[in-house]
């Protein structure tokens, strides 16, 4: 089908908003293909509602304030996307099959690039987004992260929105009451109780002033250096691939923190413990062994694609997801989702 020059023009104004939005929008809803279909569906109607936009404010805080009703909109009546070890207790290292509870909407990962990409590049770019400063890259990297996205997800909606547009995009409270229809002193009050529910999870840098050029929401520590942190992700990264690749379940707990955890979306089940996640890797977790790994990058954090072996090669079976502190591994989250692999633009089968 050839486009017509006005949809070519409208749609070159509209592109490279994409980016942000789609941050946005995964921050509301905590699933990546969610997300798209909210930008999606924001540029649909912004694209047919164009010719009566004004001008009387940024084009930005326009397709911000589209993007937002629709997340609001897709998010009416739903459950709030969860984790595991929000539906129970640690599992004992001995649990058996893990269960699969119907009706649950499991938080998911986002694809981007690793420390030189923007967050939600394309997987495998090392172009960050010119409009971001570094600074305000790595308050936008932390808050991306998983454990900063599930705790969102326990905020009602429009307290949602709020927290992320002043927190993470900082803008002015009046610019947020603006978008939402609001006042001031309203935007200021949902603000308040966002930050004392992140704050009660748990989750650092939700205090007042929002996350700052330093340690961000969900950090356990300052994040220092980029290059130096990456070089040493990359080496536990290195030593984890290795140990899972020989299935080496003593190596592989060696890498752990004391108090790590292990998560298997779409499973209900989860372990505490490098005690619980060693019997469990040697007797459950022992069917993972012969599998073929692959590096990639999700939420700002090391990552790799697993696949087991099967009758047309090596078939896509979990996306682990590594989270790091102190230079061990504080947790694991293996979304056994197939479907996530050509989201971060790997194959279903690999040779």
């Not at 690039?113 to 990297?141: C, T």
Request: proline residues 9%.
């Amino acid at each position: 089908m050839t486009l017509s020059p006005d949809t070519i023009a409208v749609e070159a104004r509209l592109e490279p908003f994409r980016p942000a939005l789609t941050r946005y929008c995964y921050r509301m809803l905590g699933s990546a293909f969610e997300a798209d279909d909210a930008v999606q569906e924001t540029f649909v109607r912004a694209w047919r509602g164009l010719d009566r936009f004004e001008g009387r404010a940024p084009l930005e805080a326009w397709l911000y304030r589209i993007a937002t009703n629709v997340c609001l909109t897709m998010l009416q009546g739903r459950r709030r996307r969860a984790e595991p070890m929000d539906l129970g207790p640690a599992s004992p290292g001995g649990a058996g099959a893990a269960g699969r509870p119907a009706g649950v909407r499991w938080v998911e990962p986002f694809p981007d690039g690793g420390p030189s990409a923007g967050v939600g590049a394309a997987p495998g770019s090392a172009v960050a987004s010119a409009s971001v400063e570094p600074g305000d890259a790595v308050v936008e990297r932390e808050s991306i992260r998983l454990a900063f996205v599930a705790a969102l997800q326990h905020l009602p909606p429009r307290q949602r929105a709020v927290l992320i547009l002043r927190d993470v995009l900082r803008w002015r409270a009046q610019e947020v009451a603006d978008l939402l229809d609001t006042s001031v002193v309203s935007v200021k009050s949902s603000l308040q109780r966002a930050r004392a529910t992140l704050a009660a999870r748990g989750v650092a840098g939700s205090g007042p002033g929002g996350p700052r050029r330093g340690p961000g929401p969900g950090a356990a520590e300052g994040p220092g250096d980029p290059a130096a942190l990456a070089e040493d992700q990359a080496r536990l990264l290195d030593r984890y691939l290795d140990a899972f690749r020989r299935y080496d379940v003593d190596a592989l707990v060696a890498l752990l923190h004391e108090d790590a955890t292990l998560s298997m979306p779409p499973a209900d089940l989860w372990f505490r413990g490098r005690s619980d996640i060693r019997v469990w890797l040697g007797s459950e977790g022992a069917a993972c062994a012969g599998s073929l790994v692959v590096p990639t990058w999700a939420n700002g954090s090391p990552a790799f694609a697993q696949y087991r072996p099967g009758p047309g090669g090596y078939e896509a079976f979990a996306l682990q997801v590594i989270d790091v502190e102190d230079g061990q591994v504080r947790a694991i989250r293996a979304f056994v989702e197939p479907r996530l692999f050509p989201l971060f633009g790997l194959p279903l089968v690999a040779a």
